[in-house]
């Protein structure tokens, strides 16, 4: 392999660790604002913010979850939103 390649090579590694390092304070910065917007709202409002953000993908339930938009959003007792989940998303860029 020639050096320049080499060099490439890393620098093209360092971006792309930069760019996910950035992409995952994103998306932690996000799911906070979600959980402030979601915090209560019921799962009818739920299924209904998530058919907005995405009017093409239908949302669909499982378990305590509803999950469209792009989120998934977990149910409290009585369909009441409580949390966005991201956490085993950057978990995987964590790694």
């Not at 930069?18 to 739920?46: P, Y």
């Amino acid at each position: 392999m020639k050096l320049g390649s080499t060099f490439d090579t890393a620098a093209t590694q360092k971006y792309r660790e930069q760019l996910l390092f950035e992409f995952a304070g994103n998306i932690r910065a996000l799911s906070k604002v979600c959980e402030r917007h979601i915090d209560g709202m019921s799962k009818s409002e739920v299924l209904d913010l998530l058919r907005e953000l995405e009017p093409d993908v239908e949302p669909f339930e499982k378990d305590e979850y509803v999950v469209g938009g792009g989120l998934t959003i977990q149910l409290h007792e009585g369909g009441v939103a409580e949390h966005c989940v991201v956490d085993e998303l950057l978990e995987e860029w964590d790694r």
